[in-house]
């Protein structure tokens, strides 16, 4: 969707449940104002150990507690927590990487497992279904847009697929949106040319080290390429969170 923004846009990278990173980032943001927009580019859920109150956070107390416009994005995280709910993917929601077991502990109230550890019994099979979601949980990431345009960038979680044809395709041309969710592409990151994208999902530490223009010698930063700045900078799995001031390209950190 397009949106006719004249103020500042904060985008927000992956939190993955780190709701203690989510307050110390914001708490570094400049005074908001009405004609701000803050955008979270996806992944609130799983690994770290407050997936539900980052999801709460963000749903409810945020939009109470900001004078900004609040635009979360769907992740994949998201994304394939309702194919769980729908259809089920034990491949997603048992291998302890994922973080699922934390997730569905914080939605519980429980402490968060340790590395590596299994699911109970009975926890089993709460993952294999997503029942432990709230109802209103489910029909929120349901609800959760693709991707987000203003004059300032394209935002995303993943990146753009390419097209065939030649380039890569903007979000609104993507017939299987997924794609944009899921889409992992080196030669997005190297050869992408056109309107500025952020997103997330694929690590900073990942993506080619020799193409950030953001302090390149530390590659668990922020990622600025061409035309391309990746945020996701490992929060809820060891690293820290970061947001991103637009036009201005100020970079904030929760470390």
Same mark, same amino acid.
């Given at each position: !969707?397009l949106?006719?923004m004249?103020?500042r846009t904060f985008?927000i @990278?992956?939190?993955? %449940?780190?709701?203690? $990173?989510?307050f #110390?980032?914001?708490?570094c943001f400049?005074?908001?104002e $009405?004609?701000?927009? !803050?955008i979270?580019v996806g992944d609130y859920?799983?690994? %770290?150990?407050k997936?539900?109150?980052v999801?709460?956070y963000?749903?409810h107390?945020?939009p109470?507690e900001?004078? $900004?416009r609040?635009?979360?994005?769907?992740g994949?995280?998201e994304? $394939? +927590?309702?194919? =769980? =709910? #729908?259809?089920? +993917?034990?491949e997603?929601? !048992?291998?302890p990487?994922?973080?699922?077991?934390?997730?569905?502990?914080?939605?519980?109230?429980?402490?968060?497992? &340790?590395? @590596?550890?299994?699911?109970?019994?009975?926890?089993?099979?709460a993952?294999?279904k %997503?029942?432990f979601?709230?109802?209103d949980?489910i *029909? +929120? !990431? &349901?609800a959760?847009?693709?991707?987000?345009?203003?004059?300032?960038?394209i935002y995303v979680?993943?990146g753009?697929p390419?097209?065939?044809?030649? @380039?890569f395709?903007?979000?609104?041309e =993507?017939? &299987?949106?997924g794609?944009?969710l899921?889409?992992r592409?080196?030669?997005?990151?190297?050869?992408y040319?056109?309107?500025?994208?952020?997103?997330?999902?694929t690590?900073?530490?990942?993506?080619?080290?020799?193409?950030?223009?953001y302090?390149?010698?530390?590659p668990t930063?922020i990622?600025?390429g061409?035309?391309?700045?990746?945020?996701d900078t490992g929060?809820? #799995?060891?690293?820290?969170?970061?947001g991103? *001031?637009l036009p201005?390209?100020?970079?904030? &950190?929760s470390r």
């Amino acid at each position: !969707m397009l949106a006719p923004m004249p103020g500042r846009t904060f985008a927000i @990278g992956d939190i993955h %449940g780190d709701l203690d $990173a989510l307050f #110390k980032l914001l708490s570094c943001f400049p005074p908001i104002e $009405a004609t701000d927009t !803050m955008i979270f580019v996806g992944d609130y859920i799983d690994r %770290g150990p407050k997936s539900a109150g980052v999801v709460d956070y963000l749903r409810h107390r945020l939009p109470r507690e900001t004078a $900004a416009r609040v635009i979360t994005l769907r992740g994949n995280h998201e994304d $394939a +927590w309702l194919r =769980v =709910v #729908k259809q089920g +993917w034990p491949e997603f929601v !048992m291998p302890p990487g994922n973080g699922c077991l934390a997730a569905l502990r914080s939605f519980r109230g429980l402490a968060l497992p &340790e590395d @590596g550890e299994i699911p109970r019994p009975e926890e089993r099979q709460a993952l294999i279904k %997503g029942e432990f979601f709230p109802a209103d949980v489910i *029909e +929120w !990431m &349901e609800a959760l847009p693709i991707f987000y345009e203003d004059k300032h960038a394209i935002y995303v979680h993943a990146g753009l697929p390419r097209n065939p044809k030649g @380039g890569f395709f903007h979000p609104s041309e =993507v017939e &299987e949106p997924g794609k944009l969710l899921w889409c992992r592409d080196e030669q997005f990151f190297r050869h992408y040319r056109g309107k500025l994208v952020v997103f997330g999902h694929t690590a900073t530490e990942y993506l080619p080290p020799e193409l950030s223009t953001y302090t390149p010698d530390d590659p668990t930063d922020i990622w600025g390429g061409p035309c391309t700045i990746g945020l996701d900078t490992g929060a809820g #799995k060891g690293g820290f969170l970061t947001g991103l *001031e637009l036009p201005a390209l100020r970079v904030y &950190e929760s470390r």
